[in-house]
Each structure stands twice: as structure tokens, then as C-alpha cells.
């Protein structure tokens, strides 16, 4: 990115016309900027998609024409709200959602120009590592959205 970190975040922030983040957002973006393992744990609608995407989308690289982020979700609709809010932002990366009950074809099509964010189901995910055989060197942050219960009690007795 061209601008500075604060000056990129706050026209993140006007395109969707909010003020400043909250809280949570805050130290979500602190704690990703400075450690490499961070787990969110945050109520549904408390803005946790823009908390990651803000510091992740600071760290990819606009010269590297593979996938550097990856997110894997449990559901399409997930995948596809990522995804709209990830383009939303305009941080001139590409950004790509491949899914179940999506085309192959679609996907095939949006994969042959590798994105630099790829948001996807595990299945649909592994599907198209197995067919189009993208690189995972490149991939430098995972994120797994929505973890189950059982793995929520885990993290916690950690």
C-alpha cells in the first residue's frame, strides 16, 4: 500500500461510514500486527470481519501475484459476506470466494489470476487445490472463521 497504515484505514473506514472502530477492533488489530497465533472470540456483529481484514490486508504484498491470505469459513453466505466486504474496501488486492453450490467453472475461471485473499469452505477450498494446484508457498495467514463449540472450549482451557 501506498499510504500510510492510518491514513489506509480510515478510507477502509468511510467506505463503510463508520467513525472510528470499536474497542474490540482496536486491540483485534493491535494483537494481529504484533503476534502471529491470535484467536478473536467476539459476539456475531461486534465487526470482526473489518477487526482482521484491516491488519491482514497491511501485510500482504502488492508485488506477489499468488494467494497470501486465506480464509476458511463454514458456510457460503459467510464466504460470500467476506467477500463483498473484502472488495468494499478497495484495497486494490483481488479477492475471490469459492463455495458449494457455486460453479466449478466460476471458480476455475476466478482462480486461473490468483487472488491475493481466496475466502472458501474447507471443501470447496480443498477442491480446488486438488484441480488447479495453487501454490500454498505464498500464504503467509490462515484464518479459520466460526469455529465449532467443541473448539471454542478448547481454546478457552488454553
Same mark, same amino acid.
Given at each position: 500500500?501506498?499510504? #500510510?497504515?492510518? /491514513?489506509? +484505514? ?7 461510514? *463508520? ?6 477492533? &482496536? /486491540?483485534?488489530?493491535?494483537k494481529?500486527?504484533?503476534? +502471529?497465533?491470535? &484467536? ?5 456483529? =461486534?465487526?470482526?470481519t ?10 500482504? @504484498?502488492? #508485488?506477489?501475484? /499468488? ?5 476458511l &469459513? ?7 459476506? *467476506? /467477500? ?6 478497495? +484495497?486494490?488486492?483481488? &479477492?475471490?470466494?469459492? %463455495?458449494?453450490?457455486? +460453479?466449478? =467453472?466460476? @471458480? ?5 489470476h490468483? $487472488?491475493a485473499?481466496? *475466502?472458501? =469452505? ?15 508457498? %505464498?500464504?503467509? =495467514? ?7 463449540? $467443541? ?8
Open positions: 500500500m501506498t499510504k #500510510n497504515t492510518k /491514513e489506509q +484505514s480510515d478510507i477502509f473506514l468511510d467506505k463503510f461510514d *463508520i467513525k472510528a472502530l470499536n474497542a474490540m477492533q &482496536v /486491540e483485534a488489530g493491535k494481529i500486527r504484533s503476534k +502471529s497465533d491470535v &484467536v478473536l472470540l467476539s459476539p456475531t456483529g =461486534t465487526g470482526k473489518l477487526a482482521f481484514l484491516l491488519p491482514l490486508i497491511e501485510k500482504l @504484498d502488492a #508485488n506477489c501475484d /499468488e494467494i497470501q491470505l486465506l480464509i &469459513v463454514p458456510s457460503r453466505e459467510l464466504a460470500q459476506q *467476506i /467477500e463483498q466486504v473484502a472488495r468494499k474496501m478497495g +484495497s486494490g488486492f483481488k &479477492v475471490n470466494a469459492v %463455495y458449494g453450490g457455486r +460453479s466449478g =467453472t466460476l @471458480d476455475k475461471i476466478d482462480l486461473k490468483r $487472488p485473499i481466496l *475466502i472458501g =469452505t474447507p471443501g470447496r477450498i480443498a477442491d480446488r487445490l486438488r484441480r488447479d494446484k495453487f501454490s500454498l508457498a %505464498y500464504i503467509n =495467514t490462515i484464518v479459520l472463521m466460526n469455529l465449532t463449540s $467443541p473448539w471454542k472450549l478448547a481454546l478457552k482451557k488454553k
